[in-house]
């Protein structure tokens, strides 16, 4: 099954600070449109401090941006400024207080931009970027305030401190470091430029990507859509008879699965393809190889040989070559696995009455026939037990209960930003409150593609605050009045974004810049890919997988099924991913002085090196829409979902010989590794836990690759 990935975004960057990752420098001119009618002016009275989209207009959020950079400033002028000699309070904990007005406003603009953007969003989005990224290189390389961090990292044993203010200074003077504190002033002055520059492009790559997507949707005749059922189509009609189907942020498209046209899937899967590369203002081509130019300059500026190298620094990972060998590693049994479904798939289509040679186009509509024949398995035969208010109510929502103790209490009464959206109240075993969660599950034009989360308010004892979360995912809305009935990727991507909810929920530290999911990249999937063991764990399947019409249990007999199934297609959907991931890597090795002229020539040499250039296993994603690393926050990150998972089978192995789903071990993980945060190195955080350092045995025996 191909798992949807989340892509958490701000929450889950490798940058300096949660405080100033995504800003700029501001002077101190009066800023005449900040002021009482602004929505952001005061803070929210509503629970938990949310956010008040009844009250938020799009015209709030450039004044209320600049006013919280503005106030950065000042407050980092005046801790450079101090005449006493550093402390703990009057430089490390002025830092985290520094940017509470802009966090405030960030985390709301951002969730709006990425889930219910318009014109006006965009615009603002595009005009600060490269203001965001000079505010960052403000803080990043002041010299006053890097030489008081330094200060207190030399002295800091010394200090009567504890183990997370220590840590809190080791992650602030690591990160000046990365940042460039050590350049002199001209490659200073050097790199604010690259910095603007890249985060220009970052947008830039984006808003074409979005738009690509969103009028990339493909139009059918009802003839076309054979094998669609009649709710499937209505959900799909157009006003002049037509049926579009929307894109996916993905190379695949879900609703191939369907098609019983050789044609109509051809159509469709090679406007997908070349979604962003019709050589039109939505082109990415371009700006994504200036990006890497730049990434590559940046990167040989700062003292390394390529971006990866510098990227890398902090993560479990630490070096590209690392990251590397276990994609290396886990490649042979993924191909050789591919490839050995491709032949079970041509020998299906060589006994039909017009053979042809297997495409990537129809791999899912023959896959699905070899599922149905050898398992007697059929998606659509689940999806009426996949309700999404009962996968969410009695399916996620049981699973935390029963691991964690947690419950869940509908509000009704809390503003959201669209009308689908709903919100839910957290509790504790005893009662205490743990925060808020948000669910936006539905995809719409003003949404970007794939499935994420993040924070509207993070969690910190500093300033007394608990987490308010949001999920979001991409699932087809259907007709009015009709169930929303999802696939087992859809459920999975459900579980799995619950799971980085639950990282969030759990954080237990003082400071916003340790909290919850601000972690490397290569550990922050480890908990969300943990959870998707639990979608179709007996107990809390039997529990939500209700069929919508008749209430009817699953059936013992169809879970079965799943269960043997539960490793079918394993083969292409690791290919896919390692794929993808090894294209991310080769992208940002090259050297400064590389010239790339064709994306696709260096995406199919790429492809070829690792042996990963199966005409019939495209990557999950191609360079031209590969929104995470050339919008989000995954540039040679991709891999993290691969060493993510090896920690998360480790882990469920673990689970697994000490009694399973027990609400005993869930206290063990949730004390142990899922409230911690980045208050521990995380190599020593997982040993800890584990007693030993984590490898691939798990993940291949789990995935059905060894015995």
Known sequence: MKVKKAVIGVVAGASLFSISCNKTKNDSTKNNDWNESNAFFTESDLPYHTADFNKIKDKDFKPALLEGMRRQIEAIDKIVSNPDEPTFENTIEALERSSDL??????????????????????????????????????????????????LYNAKESLNLNDEQKRLIDVYYQ???????NLNETQKEQLKKLNQEIATLNTKFGDQLLSATKQGGVSFTKEELDGFSEEALESIKQADGTYLIPLNNTTQQPDLVSMKSKDARKKLFEQAWIRAEKSDANDTRETLLTLVKKRAEKAKLMGFDNFAEWSLQGTMAQTPANAIQILKDLSPYAVNAAKEEAKDIQALINKEADPFTLTAADWDYYAEKIREEKYAINQNELKPYFEMNAVLEDGVFFMAKQLYGLSFKERKDIPVWQEDVKVYEVFNEDGSKVGLFYADYYQRDSKRGGAWMSNIVGQSKLFDQLPVIYNVGNFPKPAAGQPTLLSQDNVITMFHEFGHALHGFFADQTYPTLSGTSVSRDFVEFPSQFHEHFAFEPSVLKNYAKHYKTGEVIPDALVEKMKKAQNFNKGYSMTELLGASLLDMEWHVISADANIADVDKFEQEALQKYGLDLATVPPRYRSSYFSHIFAGGYASGYYSYKWSEMLDFDAYAWLEENGGMTRENGQILRDKVFSKGNSVPLDKLYNDFRGKNPTIDALLKYQGFTK
């Open 102 to 151: 802009l966090d405030r406003v960030s985390s709301v603009f951002y969730l709006l931009v990425g889930a219910h953007t318009n014109d006006e969003l965009k615009e603002i989005n595009n005009e600060l970027s490269p203001k965001f990224a000079a505010h960052s290189d403000a803080i990043n390389l002041n010299d006053g305030l890097f030489q008081r961090v330094k200060t």
């Open 175 to 181: 990160g000046f470091e990365r940042s460039g504190a």
